[in-house]
């Protein structure tokens, strides 16, 4: 994961000036630019919420109560942490292309990246063991291990099919932001609910 860091810094700090004065930074549904920072912010926002990102997955195995359960699927929950700071930085690239070049579908773009962090989502969930940091973190799932087990496998299905679904948004761009927000959303409530009904089921 640093080493990502370290890469996407020294590149920006290379190209730092070949970009405007003021830089896109915010994207509207539709992919069109509805905000802008100084080059400062616009060149190192994404890289320093890299970094805090990072900070937070080496720090939460140290700070986890169940640190045994969550060292069960600590190759999953390692790429995950890679994967996330890899999407940042392709974020980062993207936002310094669009500052350069004009006429970007910033959610076209977007979509191939978040299909791929979704559906590996769908991969940890399957992996994940009971703990409080890492997973679908409701009451129900924390008070039973049998509905964690039950919720998490039927959730890293679904978040397979958002990421299969998100991917959509790259040939479809006028849909792009749908494609991507509302399997998640929709699956996300499902979930929720879902853990409750097998909570109470259980219980009976």
């Known amino acids: 994961m640093w080493l990502i860091v370290l890469i996407t810094i020294i590149s920006t700090i290379y190209f730092y000036d070949a970009l405007p004065d003021v830089m896109p930074i915010h994207w509207n549904a539709a992919g069109e630019v509805n905000g802008y ?7 190192f926002l994404l890289p ?22 969550l060292k069960k699927f600590a190759v999953q929950y390692n790429t995950l942490g ?35 962090l979704f ?52 040939i479809l761009p006028s849909y792009a932001f749908i494609l991507v927000i509302a399997p998640v959303l929709i699956f996300t409530i499902f979930l929720f609910i879902y853990s409750y009904y097998l909570f109470k089921k259980l219980k009976k």
């Open 82 to 116: 890679l994967i996330l700071v890899a999407f940042f930085a392709y974020l980062h690239y993207l936002v310094m292309f669009a500052s350069i070049v004009e006429q970007v579908n910033m959610m076209r773009l977007i979509s191939p990246a978040i299909a791929i």
């Open 119 to 170: 559906f590996y989502v769908g991969v940890l969930l399957t992996k994940a063991k009971q703990n409080y940091t890492v997973g679908i973190r409701t009451p129900w799932t924390l008070a039973n291990e049998k509905v964690w087990e039950e919720t998490h496998k039927k959730g890293g299905i679904l978040f397979k099919i958002s990421g299969i679904i998100a991917i959509f948004g790259l």
């Open 48 to 69: 320093i919420m890299a970094i805090f990102v990072t900070l937070i997955f080496l720090i939460i195995p140290y700070i986890e109560p169940n640190k045994k359960n």
């Open 37 to 43: 920072a100084p080059k400062l912010i616009g060149a």
